[in-house]
């Protein structure tokens, strides 16, 4: 199995800009998934993209798929403090569980 | 459809005692999935269940066990427990049949505190 390596590890920013988080990882996908956690709490699925997909949009989130890099990003446009949260990325490749990386802890200032 | 359940949420427990977390996946979900989440060690897998089968398992000692039943409830137990095994467990259910990974939906979590 594998599991992704986000980066930042941690991001402050202000209310209204743009959040930009990566992942990087070490082998072939059938998909990555995107996923939020509140503090101390359960994750929220956010988005997959499957390795044959190149950009996927949902809301204020864009994610994007480069698997010649092994690499992914998460944007979230016009941030809100409700977006303060951990991000995390799990990719998948089949017959193995989904991993997940440390994480990129946002913090959206008011 | 109701979301995935965990019982207890919260659990304090002594060192050498042994523990039984329950998940409840959603209706029609097969696959269960357990993670212990650490400040230290952040999230790591624990064991998947499919069909009431253990399908994979993390690099976890053997004091921690699960089992699936044919409702696809799970449960997964820790024997003598140690003061590192204090952490937040999360279970997630996905609909993935077969070898195909769809996306997990978590519960909230059960928080063991081991004194």
């Known amino acids: 199995s594998q599991q992704g390596e986000e980066d930042p590890q941690a991001l402050s920013i202000q209310e209204g800009e743009n959040a930009t988080m990566n992942c990087s990882y070490k082998?072939?996908?059938?998909?990555l998934q995107w996923y939020r956690q509140n503090s101390g709490r359960g994750l929220v699925h956010l988005i997959l993209?499957?390795?044959?997909?190149r950009e996927k949009h949902s809301g204020r989130l864009r994610v994007t798929l480069d698997t010649s890099k092994k690499s992914s990003s998460l944007l979230i446009t016009a941030s809100r403090a409700a977006d303060t949260a951990s991000y995390f990325c799990?990719?998948?490749?089949?017959?193995?569980?989904?991993?997940f990386g440390g994480g990129t802890r946002l913090m959206v200032k008011p | 459809k109701a979301g995935v359940t965990q019982t207890p949420r919260y659990l304090i427990k002594t060192r050498g005692q042994q523990v039984t977390l329950s998940c409840s996946p959603i209706?029609?979900?097969?696959?269960v999935s357990w993670y212990q989440q650490t400040p230290g060690q952040g999230l790591q897998f624990l064991f998947e269940?499919?069909?009431?089968?253990?399908?994979n398992k993390g690099n976890f000692p053997g004091r921690f066990s699960g089992r699936q039943f044919s409702n696809s409830r799970s449960e997964m137990n820790v024997s003598t427990l140690e003061l590192g095994d204090s952490a937040l467990y999360l279970c997630?259910?996905?609909?993935?049949?077969?070898?195909?990974?769809?996306?997990?939906?978590f519960g909230p979590g059960t928080r063991l505190t081991v004194t």
């Open positions: 997630a259910s996905s609909s993935a049949t077969g070898l195909a990974r769809y996306e997990q939906y």
């Open positions: 082998t072939s996908i059938n998909n």
């Open positions: 993209i499957r390795s044959n997909e």
């Open positions: 799990a990719p998948y490749n089949a017959g193995n569980m989904l991993t």
């Open positions: 209706s029609g979900h097969r696959s």
């Open positions: 269940y499919f069909s009431e089968t253990q399908r």
